[in-house]
């Protein structure tokens, strides 16, 4: 049977944003490129009562609704719920049948796409340093922006090496890419106009962060961990 809002509740209160359930749902949703109308049919819901759930910031649908959402679009309740926000990612079993494959360097960009959140790994007085910065890619180069105050902005001059990586708890499956440079400053003004164009990915700690770094990469290596084929 499929469900359906009531017409007072088929639009969000004005003013006000949507629940930490709704943003979770449309960004599961546009993770996977499907319209609401897709993930509807797939859940057997109203499109007007996906809407609400995306939109409406009181949305509470019961266990059974959560269960054909995190279905529909390949997840779990928890995820959808934020249940596992606190939690480090891979808790979940590992597929008997899994395998690890290396990626050639193309693969490697490709999943390091454009932009994200990585890990930089650098040499300080204490010892080595991991920090977690907002990156983009800019043709085949990683590039962040950071306060010349900061430790990340300590690195020009250096040989880091930065990490990324993706988990998917629900199909076990996941990659993680390496890569190793110099890590210089970007002062041309005409390059920090491009960077400032072209660059997604906005720093998430906030403030004035006006130094550009970038990385040229002397090695990137990765590797996938996947299904095993069927044989044959």
Known sequence: MREHASAGAAQPATGQGASDLGRRLAGRRGE??????????????????????????????GVGTLLRLADALDTGVTVLTGGDVDLPPGRGRASRTAVSVELGTDECWERLSTHGVGRLGLITAEGVTILPVNYSVVDRVIVFRTAPDSLPGTVP????????????????????????????????????????????????????????????????TGRLIRERPPSG
Do not use: K, N
């Open 32 to 61: 996977l490129g499907l319209t609401r109308q897709e993930v509807a049919d797939r859940a057997g819901m109203d499109t007007g009562y996906l809407r609400y759930l995306e939109e409406a910031p009181a949305a509470a649908p």
């Open 157 to 220: 001059g250096e040989q880091v090496a930065f990490e990324a990586d993706h988990m998917d708890e629900v199909l076990r499956h996941g990659w993680s890419v390496l890569v190793r440079g110099l890590a210089r400053e970007v002062t041309r003004p005409d390059e920090v106009r491009r960077l400032t164009e072209r660059a997604y990915s906005e720093p998430w700690a906030g403030g004035r962060r006006d130094l550009w770094v970038r990385l040229d990469p002397v090695e990137i």
